[in-house]
């Protein structure tokens, strides 16, 4: 199965959070060396408008694409980046339906989780098999990981409103169990997170804007694996889990 990267220039909350050293390596340069230890990933492509990342794709063998500022800015909705990679991909690879999306964000996924990923997909979900039928399908395969925590959604209240403006009240409910009666961690409900650091998606679900899509399944990462760098934090999380579990 082909695979596909996007980074691009900057990041708001982590400055250069592509390319800024990590451990022995950095985020993008972790994730093709970790795609080009997998035996079900033939070709990768890097879409990016920052010409250090697609220098140092190129130097991998990577695929390369250019990607036009207008999908690389932070204003830029979800919807219209995965609708133009629909249109990439389609053209890099006209005769393949189904792309693994691998997050740079993600850097503890493991090659054995990807191809067991793909393993997972080809097995049971690919049109392509003998006795295939709609029952089968699905518009992705998700990694997740399982959430077992006492939920509460939080919402606004308007209180009073005066000529400077309405005054709010946080309200909150609870969304997996009912209060006063707490049950043990393990039999909340079965509430997964969706890991965005490897997902096989098709083009109709990206031409529809979309990664996951209504109807995905999901695979369980280890929980250290579904590791995600958003903050500072999350930077210094996932160095310490990477030194820890790259020895093992």
Known sequence: MNAYITVRKGSQRIPNKNLRPFVDTNLLQNKISTLKECKRVDDIL?????EESLSIAEKNG???????????SSETQPKD?????????SEKFPDDRYF????????LISPNSFDSMIKLFLDNYNPDLEGYSS????????????????LWER???IIYLDRDGPLYSPSYEAL??????????QDLPDIVSVAFGSIIT??????????VGEFPEFYDLPKYESVDIDEEEDFVVAEALYKHFKNK
């Open 135 to 150: 029952l089968n399908w699905i518009t992705s395969l998700s990694s997740c990981h399982s959430v077992k925590e006492n």
């Open 100 to 107: 693994l999306s691998a997050s740079v964000c993600y850097p």
């Open 155 to 157: 919402s606004r209240e």
């Open 46 to 50: 890097v879409t990016s408008n920052c």
């Open 62 to 72: 990577c695929l390369l694409d250019v990607r036009p500022e207008k999908y690389c």
């Open 176 to 185: 997996n169990y009912t209060p006063g009666e707490q049950p043990a961690s």
């Open 202 to 211: 098709s083009i109709r679900t990206l031409e529809e804007g979309d990664l």
């Open 81 to 89: 980046l995965y609708k133009y990679m629909a249109q990439v991909l």
